[in-house]
């Protein structure tokens, strides 16, 4: 039984960091991709960053490039996002999700943990 679990989240000040992690569990994630999306109230689940586990090639949406660093640790088999220089508009629930390279969605998810940024 596949598991995404995501921890990490909380209310910090605009300018704070967090860093948000998400545990795998269930299969073999070697071979996947693993991204994080977010969605705001009232709004649609945008992406946020991916990162294919085998080569560490990591893509970022323009909104969070140079703030926001997406990595994986092998042994742990988990997927970290590293959030710096926050702000308000960061508010959301960030989830965590994998799929296979080739597979047009995103086939597993996680249940999501709140981080909300106050100005």
């Known amino acids: 039984q596949v598991q995404l679990v995501e921890s990490g989240g909380g209310l910090v000040q605009a300018g704070d960091s967090l860093r948000l992690s998400c545990a795998a569990s269930?299969?073999?994630?070697?071979?996947?991709?693993m991204g994080w999306f977010r969605q705001a109230p009232g709004s649609e689940r945008e992406f946020v960053a991916r990162i294919y586990w085998d080569s560490g090639i990591t893509y970022y949406a323009d909104s969070v490039k140079g703030r926001f660093t997406i990595s994986r640790d092998n042994v742990k088999n988990t997927v970290v996002l590293q959030m710096n220089s926050l702000k308000p508009e960061d508010t959301a629930v960030y989830y965590c999700?994998?799929?296979?390279?080739?597979?047009?969605?995103?086939?597993?998810w996680g249940q999501g943990t709140q981080v909300t940024v106050s100005s």
């Open positions: 999700a994998a799929r296979r390279p080739l597979a047009s969605a995103y086939e597993f």
């Open positions: 269930g299969r073999t994630f070697s071979n996947y991709v």
